[in-house]
DNA sequence: ACCTGAACACCGTTCAAGT
DNA sequence: ACCTGAACACCGTTCAAGT
């Protein structure tokens, strides 16, 4: 544990987990090798070990750094604008890096912003009346939601309405009459999004607001004052 | 796409997807090599290269056979009741092959019982008076919070009630105080499902419940009758 | 205190042969 | 038509050595 003897080292620990998201950003978690790692910071493989003790401590550096940009629950603003805003960001931060949808959940020693963020979550909701019971099922809908959607999100063709729906188009035009004739209710829809082009934006806050109005019912009633002030 | 002429063929193809899944669910992702996956069946690894083209189809294969495990949504079952079965139908093949939570969506090359399936969703919403808009809408918060929940209850110390109960109070027993005083409510959730345990199950359905309420309201008023009958 | 080079036990896959 | 062996370009990581 000779983590904070002398800040050179810490330095050095950011430097390496923050290239290493910026590699993974670029060229996937498949592309992110301890030696394409070395070679971008011009040091051999073997350097790297002085700094991370292995690349799942390296991994749980990256994670922690991406829980970091998540905006934590705001109680001022009531709990379902805090708990909105703080779902929207953590979908941008899965955006911003998505090969780190897989892994938020599943590290073993959660790191600081990590426990923050999910203390702040459950401070928020305590605090507005939730239920321990319901503050768990209100964490876990919202969560699962969101990293759900990020998951799908990953991996299709995104962008813009209107390049999802060429795609789309694109992806129908492909498609042989015989396969057609097989699924027809699938094609209906596709078609249909090949006109109408997919908005993910509007689609996961449909989504995420459906949730929250069910999240809403879930609340006791003697805490109706939507407003904080504990 | 020689697929389908000798009929030895294809049982061999069958033969190497079926050993794949069964590696996959007890070595995990990382413990699927072609070369361990060639031992298993007896083989050298090179002689798999003749049944699929390469490790990815060989994962489109084993996705396809999850997704053939899932129940399709059955019209007759009113809309409500089809989609619930059908997201617990999910869940369950997520559970029985947590290796593929994060694959399900993201192959380029759907396979049949991949397509049939969003066929049945499709069709059974668009007879129940869903909306085009509102049927994607649907499928997108569904399969989202399925997929979101399987990920996250991929890496939890799986099982019980009692068992995950005892791990949080495991879990809680080795924090450092100075730890506990920074995270208090973290820590204060924690010890309640120390106390209480916590039900996967139950919280699935919770949310799930939560969420098809949610669309009930989503549905338009001409399309009251909730039983079937097209 | 940090970096290096050689080595080990793995990967997926190609290519040229074997039967 | 199917299987094989050797090889290539990769992995993460250990170990002994260098400065």
């Known amino acids: 544990m000779s983590r904070d003897d002398p800040p050179r080292q810490t330095l050095r620990v950011d430097r390496v987990v923050t290239t290493a998201l910026d590699v993974a950003d670029r060229d996937g978690l498949d592309g992110l090798s301890m030696r394409a790692l070395a070679q971008t910071l011009g040091v051999v493989p073997m350097a790297l070990y002085k700094h991370v003790a292995n690349k799942d401590e390296l991994l749980d550096g990256m994670v922690d750094r991406v829980w970091a940009e998540v905006q934590a629950p705001d109680p001022a603003l009531g709990w379902r604008e805090a708990m909105r805003r703080r779902s929207v960001s953590l979908r941008d931060a899965l955006r911003r890096h998505r090969w780190a949808v897989g892994l938020m959940e599943s590290r073993m020693r959660p790191g600081p912003a990590n426990l923050a963020q999910h203390d702040a979550m459950m401070g928020c909701l305590g605090r507005s ?3 321990f019971r319901t503050t768990v099922h209100v964490t876990s809908a919202l969560d699962a939601y969101v990293y759900g959607f990020a998951l799908q999100e990953k991996s299709l063709p995104f962008g813009t309405p209107e390049e999802s729906g ?3 188009a694109q992806k129908l035009e ?3 009459p015989e396969l057609a004739a097989m699924f027809p ?3 209906e829809v596709v078609s ?3 006109k109408a082009g997919y908005d993910y934006d509007e689609e996961f806050l449909t989504g995420l607001d459906l ?3 069910g999240v809403e019912r879930l609340r ?3 805490a109706s004052a939507d407003r904080p002030g504990e």
């Open 185 to 187: 209710h699938l094609i």
């Open 129 to 131: 009346g939730f239920s």
């Open 211 to 213: 949730i929250l109005d």
């Open 174 to 176: 492909a498609t042989p």
């Open 166 to 168: 060429e795609a789309a």
């Open 220 to 222: 006791p009633e003697w």
């Open 192 to 194: 249909e999004l090949a």
